[in-house]
């Protein structure tokens, strides 16, 4: 349960008044600026303080400095999430070996991997 009290008469609340202005309107409710209009431009000028650049024209550039360079994404690879594989033997990368082209999916067979530092094949890897 609550209570409210208008105009209380504890210590705080009288002291809090006493310290307002005497004006006649000491609180007054102003209603919010649109941020939405300050907030664009402020994204426009962000991106304006540098020159635009395309990936190709990177290739061209001789001089070092900055610019802007606004890619759009086409695909993104979810086929081993964000990690890597791992030999479980050395602990170091492993690579994926492609499935052979015309060759009979057999159920139950295990994806094989290339590590290069132990140089041979094997289907036991763990993520990083």
């Known amino acids: 349960m609550s209570l409210l009290e208008i105009n209380a008469t504890y210590p705080a609340v009288l002291e809090f008044v006493a310290n307002l202005p005497p004006d006649a309107m000491p609180l007054a409710i102003q209603e919010a600026k649109p941020k939405h209009g300050n907030q664009l431009m402020k994204k426009k000028e962000y991106y304006d303080r540098f020159p ?7 290739f061209c550039f001789s001089e070092i400095g900055k610019c802007n360079i606004i890619v ?3 695909k993104i690879d979810t086929d081993y999430s964000w990690y ?4 479980l033997k050395c602990h170091k990368t492993a690579y994926k070996i492609p499935k052979v ?4 999916a057999k159920k139950g067979k295990k994806e094989m991997f290339w590590c290069p530092t132990c140089k041979e094949d094997t289907p036991k890897v763990v993520p990083r």
Not at 84 to 87: I, V
Not at 101 to 104: K, L, V
């Open 72 to 74: 759009t994404i086409m």
């Open 101 to 104: 082209e015309n060759e009979i």
């Open 52 to 58: 635009r650049k395309t990936i190709s024209g990177l």
């Open 84 to 87: 890597f594989f791992c030999c």
